[in-house]
């Protein structure tokens, strides 16, 4: 039960994260060509932006903890951005279920 909960989470957190960065680079194209994004889309941009920064930390923090725990500190830093908390879960817990 709790390996299909992680699973679900990586899945979903991959295609939010990465629909996050589609979004993140299309705000970046409008203001460079002095577009503007729709009113609507202002609110899921903050949002995409805070789910940025706090997954890019989760990301440097796996990727200084998977140098001392003998992984591919790069691999594992991008690895955890795009799943997340639960990569962190996966890399100070090796031993349970949610291991890949």
């Known amino acids: 039960m709790k390996k299909q909960l992680f699973y679900l989470i990586k899945i979903t957190s991959t295609i939010l ?4 960065l589609i979004l993140e680079i299309w705000y970046i194209y409008l203001q460079l060509t002095d577009g503007s994004l729709p009113s609507n889309l202002y609110y899921v941009l903050w949002l995409a932006s805070i789910a940025l920064i706090s997954h890019l930390i989760e990301g440097v923090i796996a ?37 890949s």
Do not use: H, M, R, W
């Open 17 to 20: 994260i990465t629909c996050a």
């Open 63 to 99: 990727a200084f903890k998977a140098d001392s725990c003998d992984q591919n500190p790069i691999t594992y830093g991008i690895y955890t951005f795009f799943v997340g908390f639960v990569g962190l879960l996966e890399l100070f817990n090796p031993t349970s279920e949610s291991s």
